[in-house]
């Protein structure tokens, strides 16, 4: 019998340990990894995997793309479906840094209670997020948006990265961006009391707010934080906070721990989805949501 075997291409030195951890946990017999991956190898790297087996155990087979940029991991997923061909298909999934099922966690979580404890919606709802250059927050960016939020992405570098981010989910998603300079702690506090959901995405020991951003932030309705390193990024906000209340205007915490849970399971899950599936799948951020907000 054909054994399942997940190919790991990523763009860095190294494969996460993480993630060939749950590709194995998940069902697969062996995890392969690939590192400093280029875009233009894709297609012979997928063909090679394809044509190695025959069209009966086509399925056995998966493509991870992993790295640590969001916008080249989704061109690489795209690359191999092109390479694909009838009756060969493989399955396919995109996870850069673990940033899409992180993201899709994120907010999911948002989401659940936002609805449960605030009887509001994404849509419509304003959503600052800061670090959105990194690929955690330009997950959450696109998933937000593409769920009719209105979106504000923060850069901590000025206007211009930001703002050439902004404009590169518009003309790949059709959604609207707005950039913004959160290069100050005073800019920092100006864009959370417009809005009324944070998402914090920042790297590991930054924070981004403080208890004094919070209580002067009349209409916040939820801070979230995917950081789980000291100093968190959303202070007073505890790890396993799941819509505790954080502030003295009621605003609530979502932690990072209650988050990882979830991305834990989307991962989990979509792994698993791949190496069971009856038909060749092509994973992205938009299918971790889908499954995280099963999760929550």
Request: with cysteine; hydrophobic share 50%.
């Amino acid at each position: 019998m054909a054994k399942a075997i997940l190919h790991m291409l990523s763009t860095l030195k190294h494969m996460s340990p993480f993630d060939v951890n749950m590709a194995l946990d998940a069902g697969y017999d062996a995890a392969i990894p690939y590192t400093n991956v280029t875009l233009d190898e894709v297609t012979a790297l997928v063909q090679d995997a394809m044509f190695s087996r025959a069209p009966s155990a086509a399925l056995k087979t998966g493509i991870f793309f992993a790295g640590r940029d969001a916008v080249l991991a989704l061109d690489m997923l795209e690359a191999a479906q092109k390479a694909l061909l009838k009756p060969f298909e493989v399955s396919l999934f995109a996870d850069p840094y673990g940033s899409f099922t992180t993201a899709g966690a994120m907010v999911a979580c948002v989401e659940k209670v936002l609805r449960d404890k605030k009887q509001r919606e994404l849509k419509g709802s304003k959503i600052v997020i800061y670090g959105a250059t990194g690929v955690v927050g330009y997950s959450s960016a696109v998933i937000s948006a593409l769920e009719g939020a209105e979106v504000t992405i923060v850069g901590y570098s000025g206007l211009e990265r930001v703002a050439k981010q902004a404009e590169e989910m518009s003309h790949r998603f059709n959604i609207k961006v707005a950039p913004a300079d959160g290069s100050s702690a005073e800019q920092v506090r100006a864009l959370l009391l417009d809005h009324e959901i944070a998402l914090c995405c920042a790297r590991a020991g930054v924070q981004v707010l403080s208890k004094a951003d919070l209580a002067a932030a009349k209409k916040l309705l939820i801070a979230a934080d995917v950081n789980a390193v000291p100093p968190l990024g959303v202070e007073g906000c505890g790890l396993h906070d799941n819509g505790v209340v954080i502030s003295e205007h009621g605003a609530l915490g979502i932690g990072a721990l209650a988050i990882g849970n979830v991305k834990y399971g989307a991962e989990a899950g979509l792994f698993k989805q791949m190496v069971t599936s009856d038909k060749p799948l092509c994973l992205d951020f938009r299918h971790a949501f889908a499954l995280a907000r099963q999760l929550v």
